[in-house]
């Protein structure tokens, strides 16, 4: 268990074995991320229509930057920690585009160019990012919560018919295929059985969905864990309490919590390539353009900073930010344009 625990720590998380809640869930830092990232996107879609509300530079700064501290310490952990293993995942894209776009508007603002300004990018990225992670802990918990209702339905006695007709009280556990069981009114059918007596209404809702009683007669089948609401019946077990409908129903379930689809497992393969690749490329415009196009090295180094925003904003999920960019992009060079004298 030690061990466990300590890979999961290296993996830049945290083990918790108590109860307490912490205070900045995961539910609070979206709420507090949206509230200021809302103004900052809001602002950045008007301007595109010519509506400027948040033109002043540092009014951008100073909403953005309690997004990005809630980012840098969320992402930033687990991104050590994962650097520290000797892993690459999604956290450390995130964190290196949100870093990367608050860095490039900080420097705007400093020396006064707005068209370096994309404080909403970084704030979007990280807000975007947790509302995911808030939907993917939700259907977590959904499915947790999916196994302990099906959990609840599995029975812990069973009424046996013994060879001379006398009923015993036995563990469900100790039920064997063809043993003869008493199930009367109000009572859950401890395993998958057949019918051999009795008529009963048997409401099987939290296996099968129905939601009214079904009848039940002889040579019927029955399943485990539902219950009867109006006869008695007595049932010849078809299967032990491993390997009932209830059992499996549960199995398929906790399978699906724990595996990972081909999808997400290729992502992971993705993103252990990714973070390299794009730095390679960031790295790659900056010599280029000071070497080849013979630009300035600030100018260069903002757009290779420019260069990692847009693809970590494509690669991390909200795509929405990489068209603002592009858009940004272009309606700069169009502005631009039409400043020139030979425009």
Known sequence: MELV?????????????????????????????????????????LMMAGIHLLGNAWVQFAICLPVYVVGFFHF????????????????ILIFIGATAAFVYSTIGAVINEPNYLFFETSATIITLVLLGNWFEKRAVKQTTSAIEDLTRLQVEWAKKIMPSGTVVTIEASEVLPGDWLQVNEGDKIPVDGTVLKGS???????????????????????????????????????????DTTLSQMIELVKSAQINKPDIQRLADRISGVFVPVVLGISILTFFVSVFFFDIAPQKAMLNA??????????????????????VKRVRQDWDNGERRPDA
């Open 200 to 242: 009963a209404d048997v409401d099987e809702s939290m296996l099968t969905g129905e939601s009214l009683p079904v009848s039940r007669l002889p040579d019927d089948r029955v399943l485990g864990g539902s219950i009867v609401t109006g006869g008695n019946l007595t049932i010849a077990a078809t299967a032990t309490t491993r």
């Open 76 to 91: 930033g952990k687990t991104s050590l920690g994962a650097l520290r293993n000797g892993s690459t995942h999604m956290d």
């Open 5 to 45: 625990k300590e890979g999961i720590n290296k993996l830049g998380y945290h083990v918790v074995e108590d109860n307490v809640t912490p205070y900045w869930t995961l539910q609070r830092k979206l709420i507090f991320c949206a509230i200021f990232t809302a103004p900052l996107l809001g602002s950045h879609l």
């Open 305 to 326: 900073i420019a260069v990692l925003v847009i693809l970590l904003s494509l690669c991390d999920g909200p795509l929405l930010t990489a068209v603002m960019v592009g």
